[in-house]
T-cell receptor, first 115, second 115 residues
């Protein structure tokens, strides 16, 4: 069965600190997508990244970076030099490419960036 | 502004009723996704359409149905509503409307309250 675990329910860090949000997934399939989404306090959803299981290269986008490790079934998200605007709930998700393409979400990590 | 519109913003109705939520994707985007976010179930993927055809199906109840029309807008129909259907319903689009075709652009959501 497919499953996404975000073990950190809530994290608080002081502004400018680096923070890593963990995501561990389970799937029997060899081809899949992994996603991260952001939901700020205003409630809208923002798509951050989609990563194909064939591509294990780390991704960097400004202060955001993603570490994909198949060996540990993890797709962790790091925010460098955090800012108050990064405060949000972050969701990790998994989609199987061979089965039914449905997207399975983790329960989310609520991140508080303290000024 | 993501370019994705959803109507209505808020909807209050009674148990047993039927409602229709509407989503207009970004101009040129062929894919439309529907998601449900509730306190009990968290964030769930419901269904995806691509150019009028169902592409992927998630945890969508039999009381719910969706379709994508030739002009690419989509509607999510919820019938025999129950209290537990109260949730935020998000629509997203992706495709060739400009930018990264893999990025999902989210609408502001429709908040459904079933009394």
């Amino acid at each position: 069965a497919q499953k996404v675990t975000q073990a950190q329910t809530e994290i608080s860090v002081v502004e400018k600190e680096d923070v890593t949000l963990d995501c561990v997934y389970e799937t029997r399939d060899t081809t899949y997508y992994l996603f991260w989404y952001k939901q700020p306090p205003s409630g809208e959803l923002v798509f951050l990244i989609r990563r194909n299981s064939f591509d294990e290269q780390n991704e960097i986008s400004g202060r955001y970076s993603w570490n994909f490790q198949k060996s540990t079934s993890s797709f962790n998200f790091t925010i460098t030099a955090s800012q108050v605007v990064d405060s949000a709930v972050y969701f990790c998700a998994l989609s199987d490419l061979n089965r039914d393409d449905k997207i399975i979400f983790g329960k989310g990590t609520r991140l508080h960036i303290l000024p | 502004d993501s370019g994705v519109t959803q109507t209505p913003k808020h909807l209050i109705t009674a148990t047993g009723q039927r409602v229709t939520l509407r989503c207009s994707p970004r101009s040129g985007d062929l894919s439309v996704y529907w998601y449900q976010q509730s306190l009990d179930q968290g964030l769930q993927f419901l269904i995806q359409y691509y150019n009028g055809e169902e592409r992927a199906k998630g945890n969508i109840l039999e009381r719910f149905s969706a379709q994508q029309f030739p002009d690419l807008h989509s509607e999510l129909n919820l019938s025999s509503l129950e209290l537990g259907d109260s949730a935020l319903y998000f629509c997203a689009s992706s495709g060739v409307g400009g930018g990264d075709p893999d990025t999902q652009y989210f609408g502001p959501g429709t908040r459904l309250t079933v009394l």
